[in-house]
């Protein structure tokens, strides 16, 4: 993308690029294992998506509850489309990743016994969601990931966008370029030089109108890897959260979330005559995985021409909501509802990305010495619908493998000995800016053309606006050199832009209804034809490079390459 040269640079055998529960495990154990460690991050330490998760993590820690039993129902909930191998690593290695959490620091409510207390969520058959605060499990993970960084000295750059990714000679990574907003030790364009690069930036739900996402949510990470050549998968999966508080139809930006938690704890889901409408739909009724839900929310809407259904937890009483919802509670009533007393209107936004950069089981990308980790990757675990609460323990399971396989390749062949030589970027560079108003333009493109209900109608005319957008700053850059003025609006628009490009070609591709993929006009599931993934890449002249894998199990990232 255009940006001043770099005014500073450091070098690092590794940088981390996010300071989300991924992103942050993976600093911490790659400064465990003696490598020079950088912390990069958009906003300070601890504003990523991972304080806002509020449900809980999701691992078999429960008497009776075994990594099998939550294998099955994370294939159950992926529709057809998770790896298997990816899903056997995530449940097997995830109840030690969470105790190793909790010896880093983080504490988790406990049961009269002493033991976790576990609670019971969308999509799983028994209780195995550990929960911090009641409802304040990210916040209370990302101050003890956050703690432990700075008790450690890791050294962090806050307040930084990322923008490309620097490569050498060879094609292999050697660093980022950044911008740092604000005064500290760095400011301006700079760059981190490192023959490793974590992407653990999060997801990209600004690229809609409403979304339970922050504000930094814009897909950077995704956008980043396309430009440098990395494969992007599962795009057209973005989970909608069923249960969003629901705050007016023209409500824009970050809605606050009613956890799934609610549910597991006895909320039911009713329309404005109080009938339970999800008894029957499913046999967890509304704890059926979140698509499920999210779709029977939506055809009630579309049935009674409304605009939000409810969510009624009254028989909670006062006591269980101050004490297990304390968070969901303060915002409900910040907004002038008191879920006490009444109903919660809720609608379903757009929350979590199931797709993102192409990884294998040690979470390379395709770009030698790219790793991804978190909600930026598409590891293969969450297939066509997340399980509720593996997010979390994706984070920390999969920037533990990362780290083993960085660790491995310096012990072997030395690389924190080697200073990459990044090539340098073409004068004219190829990704036009646009301006920060066009942002606004694109989030309601996609809310209305690609967001809960899809169509090829719909789509179209959304592939059609994005293509406007695009083919508009293209020509000006191309026939007279004029693009918009660098800068932290201009760099995210583009990256949005980007990313709802990618996404709106894969849901276009792909002619089925699957997990968090409703079309309209395909309103059946097709295995026979789609039980595969679309994966992405963007070509030199940024047209997009489509295809599909031949099974449902992603091919390597690296040409014969073996999977451990």
Not at 161 to 174: H, Q, S, Y
Request: glycine content about 10%; overall charge negative.
């Amino acid at each position: 993308m255009p940006a001043p040269a770099p005014g500073w640079s450091i070098d690092a055998d590794v940088v981390v690029v996010g300071s989300g529960v991924a992103g942050l495990t993976a600093a911490l154990r790659c400064e465990a294992a003696g490598l020079n460690t950088v912390v990069v991050t958009k906003a300070r330490l601890d504003d990523g998506s991972t304080r806002w998760a509020q449900g809980g993590i999701a691992a078999a820690l429960g008497e009776g509850d075994t990594p099998e039993q939550h294998r099955d129902d994370t294939l159950v909930a992926g529709a057809g489309l998770c790896d298997a191998d990816a899903v056997r690593l995530l449940v097997t290695e995830g109840p030690d990743a969470v105790r190793r959490l909790i010896e880093t620091g983080a504490h988790f409510d406990e049961s009269e016994e002493g033991g976790l207390e576990l609670t019971r969520e969308g999509g799983h058959h028994r209780r195995r969601i550990a929960h911090a605060g009641g409802d304040a499990t990210g916040a209370e993970i990302s101050r003890a990931l956050v703690e432990a960084v700075r008790a450690r000295g890791l050294r962090t750059i806050e307040n930084a966008l990322v923008l490309d990714l620097l490569t050498d000679a060879e094609g292999r990574t050697a660093g980022v370029t950044l911008h740092v907003m604000g005064e500290g030790q760095h400011d301006g364009v700079g760059a981190v030089h490192a023959p490793a690069v974590v992407l653990a930036t999060g997801g990209m739900g600004q690229v809609f109108s409403a979304t339970t996402n922050p504000s930094v949510s814009t897909g950077d990470g995704v956008a980043l890897a396309l430009r440098a050549g990395a494969e992007v998968s599962d795009l057209e999966f973005v989970q909608f959260h069923p249960t969003v508080l629901f705050l007016g139809p023209d409500a824009e930006g970050q809605q606050p979330l009613v956890s799934e938690a609610v549910r597991g704890e006895g909320a039911h889901l009713v329309d404005a005559d109080g009938t339970r409408f999800m008894v029957g739909q499913h046999e967890l009724a509304e704890l059926a995985p979140r698509d499920i839900v999210a779709k029977g929310i939506m055809r009630r809407m579309q049935e009674q021409g409304a605009e939000h259904m409810y969510l009624d937890a009254r028989h909670f009483g006062a006591h269980m909501w101050q004490h297990r919802f304390p968070t969901i509670l303060a915002a409900c009533r910040a907004n002038g509802f008191d879920p006490i007393t009444e109903p919660i209107p809720v609608a379903p936004a757009a929350h979590y990305a199931s797709g993102g950069v192409r990884t294998d089981s040690h979470g390379r990308t395709t770009v030698p010495g790219l790793y991804a980790c978190g909600e930026v990757a598409c590891t293969g675990v969450h297939g066509a619908n997340r399980l509720a609460s593996n997010s979390l323990l994706e984070g920390l399971v999969y920037a533990e493998r990362i780290v083993t396989d960085i660790a491995a390749a310096h012990a072997e062949s030395g690389l924190h000995a080697r200073v990459p030589q990044p090539v340098p970027y073409a004068e004219t560079p190829a990704h036009p800016l646009l301006a920060p108003e066009v942002r606004f333009a694109i989030q309601r493109t996609m809310t209305e053309g690609a967001g809960v209900l899809r169509s090829e109608a719909s789509l179209a005319t959304a592939a059609a606006a994005l293509d406007r957008l695009h083919a508009d700053a293209r020509d000006a850059l191309e026939e007279n050199g004029k693009t918009a003025e660098p800068g932290v609006d201009t760099w995210e628009t583009t990256n949005l832009l980007c990313v709802a490009r990618v996404l709106v070609a894969a849901a276009r591709l792909r002619e089925e209804t699957r997990g968090c993929h409703w079309r309209e006009d395909h309103a059946e599931r097709d295995d026979a034809e789609w039980r595969r993934h679309i994966v992405v890449r963007l070509n030199p002249d940024r047209t997009l490079a489509v295809h599909t894998t031949d099974t449902a199990d992603f091919p390597p990232t690296r040409p014969h390459q073996q999977e451990q």
